[in-house]
């Protein structure tokens, strides 16, 4: 199994841009977590999905974020409009029954 | 508010050597799990112990629970210059809403 995939590995954008973020879980887990992680907060659960459904979202910032998962295999995260604050490495997880993660390589964004 | 919080923050040892790290949460949870990052990568998990248990092993890795202080400790024997990494502890406080602590930065020196 290739693992957790996500994409880009890098995203470098201009404040007020659009950005999108993607994950594909590992075939057969059934939960998904978004995480973003900076040097001031730490690891932050953004929001995490049972079967493609959102389960809670308490995390998600600010409305500027939305998170999908159309099937068991793709996930996005967006930011409409981003900011430099939203300036962060942001990771993707799936797990089988909830119990132990795997996580992604992550996606390093930079909104200048 | 982060429902772990490793210390200490940072750690340096001679390669060799035991390296401790502790782990504080704040409500119950079913389970609690290790996990290891090396700079630029994504977190690796390394060791989870139930709610019902009180110390588990692993290889090198050996984990503590004690739920009445809500405390966990990872302890790793004979370190290598490999197992530099930063340790987070995750608590799923009763959910599946996994929240990590801040972690424990580990060097060890060759």
């Known amino acids: 199994d290739a693992g957790v995939i996500q994409s880009p590995r890098h995203e470098v954008t201009e404040m007020g841009q659009e950005v999108t973020l993607r994950c594909k879980p590992i075939s057969g887990h059934d939960y998904l977590f978004w995480y973003r992680q900076t040097m001031m907060r730490g690891l932050e659960l953004l929001i995490y999905?049972?079967?493609?459904?959102?389960?809670?979202d308490s995390g998600m910032p600010e409305d500027r974020f939305s998170a999908k998962m159309p099937n068991a295999s793709f996930s996005t995260l967006k930011i409409q409009p981003s900011e430099p604050r939203d300036s962060a490495v942001y990771f993707c997880?799936?797990?089988?029954?909830?119990?132990?993660?795997?996580f992604g390589s992550g996606t390093q964004l930079s909104v200048l | 508010s982060q429902q772990g919080e490793e210390d200490p923050q940072a750690l340096s040892i001679q390669e060799g050597e035991n390296a401790t790290m502790n782990c504080s949460y704040k409500?119950?949870?079913?389970?609690l799990q290790w996990y290891r990052q090396n700079s630029g990568r994504g977190l690796v998990h390394l060791i989870l112990i139930r709610s019902n248990e009180r110390e588990k092993h692993s290889g090198r890795l050996r984990v503590t629970l004690d739920t009445s202080k809500k405390s966990s400790s990872l302890l790793i024997t004979a370190s290598r210059a490999a197992d530099t990494a930063s340790y987070f502890c995750?608590?799923?406080?009763?959910?599946?809403?996994?929240?990590f602590g801040t972690g424990t930065r580990l060097k060890v020196l060759a």
């Open positions: 999905f049972n079967n493609n459904v959102p389960i809670d």
């Open positions: 997880a799936s797990s089988l029954s909830g119990e132990r993660l795997f």
């Open positions: 995750a608590t799923d406080g009763g959910t599946y809403k996994y929240i």
């Open positions: 409500t119950s949870i079913n389970n």
